[in-house]
């Protein structure tokens, strides 16, 4: 299990992650969203025992992770920025993989690499961006970990590539226990492979829960009055993106939906539509800090 104990990272007076709390469960692959900046990559370099927490403690199968060698060759990190040895073949970083993992399997690797077409002999950094992203993930999948963090693990993959990665991911994954832990931007990725999700804002962690209950506090609503409305009437609904055109108004609205139906239906509506966000539209509704005019930018 990956577990992160009210982790917070400074660096200096720059607070990055503040109090982040959630769990990994093995056979479980948890997806981490938000914007640049927000703390992921910091977060997962926590978890991976690079950094040292200011306060909470990174845990990986109940022990600490900073400088530990016990959780180091049963976890593999996969950075967005990826690192070669010069001049190394696929088969050279393999053979660099097996004298440090003691489950790395090189007949794994080989047919990790044909299913992925990579050539072996060649020298891995003068493959593409995609290709390079593809044999990092064939050195992670062969190492047999118990703990795997990704860092846009997506990057650079065609779409058929990005199938079959999500994939072997889920396979894994039901096999062998491993917990997965994935930071990305692309949240269909996300909500098609992870079974939990976690948002990041503002350097804390605002949304914890499974993908199938990510939308169960969230609406978007369209309802109609007999007469024109005014959004005095939706006072004690904390609500976002609200429209409103003579007796039609439309928003989204985060929180207990029985008591938010409760206080629409005492408004006395002519019609309600009530629609479940999908996880794309959870995230806008969280990140959402201010609206902007786009009509007033090139004015």
Do not use: W
């Amino acid at each position: 299990m990956i577990e992160s104990k009210n982790i917070t990272k400074r660096y200096g007076d720059f607070t990055a992650v503040e109090d982040v709390s959630f769990r990994v469960e093995p056979g479980s692959i948890y997806g981490l969203i938000g914007y640049n900046g927000a703390g992921k990559t910091t977060l997962l370099k926590t978890l991976a025992g690079i950094y040292r927490p200011e306060e909470g403690t990174a845990m990986l199968g109940g022990e600490d992770s900073f400088n530990s060698n016990k959780v180091r060759d049963r976890l593999f990190f996969v950075p967005d920025d990826l690192y070669f040895l010069p001049g190394a073949t696929m088969r050279g970083m393999a053979k660099f993989y097996e004298g440090y993992y003691p489950r790395f399997s090189m007949k794994t690797f080989e047919k990790l690499s044909s299913f992925f077409g990579l050539d072996t002999k060649k020298r891995v950094r003068a493959f593409s961006k995609g290709m390079q992203r593809q044999a990092e993930l064939v050195f992670a999948l062969a190492s047999h970990p118990k703990y795997i963090l990704l860092d846009e693990a997506f990057d650079g993959l065609d779409p058929a590539k990005r199938i079959s990665v999500k994939k072997l991911f889920i396979e894994y994954a039901a096999e062998s226990g491993c917990s997965i832990l994935i930071s990305s931007h692309n949240l269909p990725e996300i909500a098609e492979l992870c079974d939990h999700v976690g948002i990041i804002n503002g350097k804390s962690l605002i949304v914890n829960t499974s993908v199938d209950d990510v939308s169960r506090d969230y609406r978007k609503y369209r309802i109609l009055f007999n007469g024109e409305v005014d959004k005095l009437l939706f006072e004690g609904i904390a609500y976002k993106q609200m429209s409103i055109e003579n007796q039609l108004a439309v928003f989204t609205a985060r929180g207990d939906i029985k008591e938010i139906n409760g206080r629409i239906a005492a408004m006395q509506p002519v019609s309600v539509d009530e629609v479940m966000l999908s996880l794309e539209e959870v995230f806008m509704y969280e990140m959402e800090d201010k609206e902007h005019d786009i009509s007033e930018i090139f004015n």
